[in-house]
């Protein structure tokens, strides 16, 4: 169901009932979308708004997954990993997703990694750099091949890596950076990378980039 990018009215998140993951529904929700969240937390997704159709599931289940894509327009991913030793559930995830997306003809997908993936390390302080490759290894190991599938993938794909994530109200002032460019990511309100997730589904212009996010 190949559709511009002012068509696209019904999305799945998956990762919904996480911290961005609320965000995410909640402004989907404000902006006029139909929304779907496939959780595998049914006590978490009952605290979920009314309008939101909630499906019980695994996402790391083709069968799950295929079924939550059903009638949709595109997919947010804001899917979070088992812990700092986890280096491959995002990637399971994702690549189950990017497949049944290709299957029924989904092409929008935005997704929430992290700074640090590629030349986006540039756009880290030192400390952080050495925070990250020392004790958030495995969670970017699995960013890395999380991003690789995406990029492969040949769907209107835009990512955002935010540095690190804090709670507060949306204040739409952020910055965002492609890899190449001077910028320096320190933090990022959960709810402003919910915003521009939200503002990629409508903007064709950043289809196939990678923006580093912070305030």
């Known amino acids: 169901m190949t559709k511009s990018s ?3 009215k019904k999305i799945v998140i998956f990762g919904g009932t996480g911290q961005t993951g609320r965000q995410l529904v ?3 929700l404000s902006a006029g979308y139909i929304v779907r ?3 595998r937390d049914a006590n978490k997704a009952k605290k979920l708004h009314a309008n939101v159709e909630v499906q019980i599931g695994d996402a790391t289940d083709a069968l799950a997954v295929a079924k939550a894509l059903e009638d949709q327009h595109a997919v947010l991913c ?3 990993g088992q812990g700092l030793k986890d280096a491959s559930t995002r990637t399971q995830i994702t690549q189950t997703i990017i497949s049944e997306m290709q299957k029924q003809s989904i092409k929008k997908l ?3 990694s992290v700074v640090g993936i590629g030349k986006s390390s540039a756009h880290l302080g030192w400390f952080s750099r050495f925070f990250s490759n020392l004790i958030l290894k495995h969670a970017i190991a ?3 091949q999380q991003e690789a599938l ?3 993938s040949q769907l209107d794909y835009v990512v955002f890596r ?3 994530l804090i709670d507060g109200e949306m204040t739409r002032e952020y910055l965002l950076a492609e890899e190449d460019e001077p910028f320096r990511a320190t933090k990022i309100r959960r709810s402003d990378v919910a915003h521009a997730m939200i503002e990629a589904l409508k903007k064709d212009e950043w289809i196939g980039k990678h923006f580093s996010i912070s305030s």
């Open 6 to 8: 002012q068509q696209l």
């Open 26 to 28: 909640q402004q989907s």
């Open 37 to 39: 969240v496939l959780a």
């Open 78 to 80: 804001a899917v979070g």
């Open 110 to 112: 935005v997704v929430c």
């Open 142 to 144: 699995d960013h890395r």
């Open 150 to 152: 995406i990029t492969d």
């Open 162 to 164: 935010p540095p690190q």
